[in-house]
């Protein structure tokens, strides 16, 4: 049996519904956790041009972002990689420092990094409301979470709500194969 991996999830990914349900992962760990020397930006457009952005980490050396730790199996990683677009570069893969708010627990992890930014899109209210549920359930501070209560959002085009749809049919078809 392979050696368990550490994720860190600052993003969409945080909320239980969408790394169990629309990812199809079960962690065997879950930690509260910031990654020192990252910032969080929404800037990160999408594959298709859908007028609203994602989140993203940059390096900025007096920064942090809170997320979310899980220990997952490598092929729990590797479809992490494949469902957010590793394989085709929306994201790449970086092993970075992680400090659990606990004080127990992995000091690094793998996140998702994009290089592609694009300031003038804003995040959806839909999108926030996923990022904000998976700070409260996680037990991130107080401040983050108002931090990410006082981010711009748009409402989510017609054409976003038809591709989330298209998302999630394969998202449902790569459980099925996994499983």
């Known amino acids: 049996m392979s050696a368990p991996i550490w ?3 600052y993003g969409s990914n ?67 990689d494949l469902t957010e677009g590793v394989l085709i570069g929306s994201y790449a893969r970086h092993e970075i420092a992680v400090e659990p708010l606990g004080g127990a627990g992995p000091s690094r992890a793998f996140t998702l990094v994009a290089d592609t930014h694009a300031p003038e899109l804003q995040p959806s209210e839909y999108y926030m409301a996923l990022l904000i549920e998976g700070a409260v359930v996680h037990g991130l501070p107080d401040e983050w979470i108002a931090m990410l209560r006082s981010v711009p959002t748009c409402v989510a085009s017609a054409e976003a ?9 394969g998202f449902e078809f790569a459980k099925k194969l996994r499983g």
Request: charged share 20%; no cysteine; hydrophobic share 45%.
């Open 161 to 169: 709500r038809l591709g989330r749809k298209m998302i999630d049919a």
């Open 14 to 80: 945080m909320q239980p519904a969408t790394f169990a349900g629309r990812r199809g992962i079960t962690p065997t760990r879950t930690l509260a956790a910031r990654a020192p020397g990252w910032r969080l930006v929404l800037d990160k457009p999408p594959l298709v041009p859908i007028g609203e952005s994602f989140a993203n980490i940059v390096p900025v050396a007096d920064a942090v972002t809170y997320g979310v730790l899980y220990e997952v199996t490598p092929d729990d990683l590797a479809h992490i």
């Open 7 to 9: 994720y860190f999830a």
